[in-house]
């Protein structure tokens, strides 16, 4: 590799870098002038005040994040031989903690695993990633060399249609097949059951891998239950509780697509999905807030309901009114629940954090007149990697609730 850029940190600001944190902001580099002349992208030599060597990482001179870490060591080329060695090593790990029954997980989950902006998750034999930042965006075809090097995939999909890229200023893309054909929706196993991953037109990657713990504890909740599953996209928490028991099954979202999906995945596991709500399990394709404030009367409780709704907070500005989202929320579904009843709530906004959420849900509790006690709380699993250095990499907060009583 040619010699480096340097980007060189104002004194103590090297102490998170040599803790783990993979991110510099622009706030801990000196000579700003001189760095604003680096092209978006470049990789670049990370030195502290002192000229201690800290790494090598990816400079985009348009963003907060001004460097994120590719390296902690020196690099001698950073080619289809770098990406393939990491990649394997992250699935290798991965593979030791696989779940049983199961053949699909995240295999790279971006600036956690010092790949910054790449995303990749293997459904089966299917192999799809994303690249969020400018940096990235550069090692396509060494991704996709070491992607068929390391796992000869019947096909490798790019979903780089994410508006994240926007910020990093590079242009959104339309789903691309690098190799291998795609001829409808990519069949996997999760805890034994069959699900469906749209990989060509479904959100993110297809299918959001990062629920799995929690749709196998709803599983094992639901015998007898009557459950209402909100934002159930293709129904996942849906078909876990009918697997595990469950009597009655209300799925709710906006798309008829995703209802086709859903019913793919239950037909897949001898269920049965309907558009018809006196079926045992039913899809309702409604916008779910609509549906809250006309439910009460036909559904007048339930004793499991799954709130998973998109992120709400994208950015810090968005916030305030999150929250005040997710109390509103909240508050209409622990009105459902008898005393007994459990809520599964989920927030996927990495702005909002835990405290946060959790104060959200006490000011939800409240405003429903509910006693409520915390069963558990999930995190994303440990194919998204989680760093205790990196905070900001925590996402996913899944609060399992028992209403106690109605106040």
């Not at 039913?282 to 439910?295: C, E, G, K, Q, R």
Request: net charge neutral; with cysteine; aromatic share 8%.
């Amino acid at each position: 590799m040619t010699d480096l850029q340097v980007i060189r940190l104002l004194p103590k600001k090297d102490a998170p870098i040599k803790a783990g944190h993979p991110w510099i902001f622009s706030n801990a580099i000196a000579d700003q002038k001189v760095n604003s002349s680096i092209p978006k992208g470049s990789l670049v030599k990370i030195l502290s005040d002192s000229q201690e060597f800290l790494g090598i990482g990816m400079f985009n001179p348009d963003t907060s994040i001004r460097v994120r870490l590719l390296s902690h060591s020196p690099i001698q080329d950073c080619g289809v031989d770098f990406f393939r060695t990491k990649i394997d090593t992250l699935n290798r790990d991965r593979l030791s903690f696989l779940p049983a029954d199961t053949n699909a997980y995240r295999v790279v989950h971006g600036d956690a695993d010092l790949l910054p902006g790449l995303i990749v998750d293997k459904f089966n034999d299917t192999i799809v990633f994303q690249i969020h930042t400018a940096g990235m965006d550069k090692f396509r075809n060494e991704i996709v060399l070491s992607l068929n090097t390391i796992f000869s995939p019947s096909a490798i999909v790019e979903r780089s249609d994410i508006e994240a890229r926007k910020r990093e200023g590079i242009p959104v893309l339309p789903p691309v097949i690098h190799s291998g054909k795609v001829t409808g929706p990519v069949i996997f196993t999760e805890s034994g059951l069959t699900l469906h991953a749209d990989v060509l037109a479904g959100q993110k990657t297809g299918f959001f891998l990062d629920q799995r713990e929690s749709r196998k504890m709803v599983r094992s909740l639901a015998k007898d239950k009557t459950m209402l599953d909100l934002f159930g996209y293709t129904g996942g928490f849906g078909l876990a509780a009918a697997s595990g028991g469950a009597k009655k099954v209300i799925t709710v979202d906006t798309s008829k697509h995703c209802f086709t999906m859903a019913s793919l995945n239950f037909s897949a596991n001898n269920l049965s999905l309907s558009d018809n709500s006196d079926a045992p399990f039913s899809y309702v394709v409604a916008d779910v807030f609509d549906f809250l404030n006309s439910s009460s009367a036909s559904f007048p409780s339930f004793d499991l309901i799954v709130c998973d709704p998109p992120a709400f907070a994208k950015t810090g500005k968005n916030l305030p009114q999150a929250l005040k989202t997710y109390t509103s929320l909240n508050k209409k579904c622990l009105e459902l629940l008898h005393p007994g009843g459990i809520l599964v709530t989920c927030s996927c906004s990495g702005t909002v954090s835990q405290e946060d959420f959790k104060n959200a849900l006490k000011l939800a509790a409240g405003r429903a007149r509910r006693d409520v006690r915390i069963i558990d709380i999930l995190g994303q699993p440990f194919d998204h990697t989680q760093k205790l250095s990196f905070p900001e990499g925590k996402y996913l907060k899944t609060f399992f609730l028992e209403v106690i009583e109605e106040l």
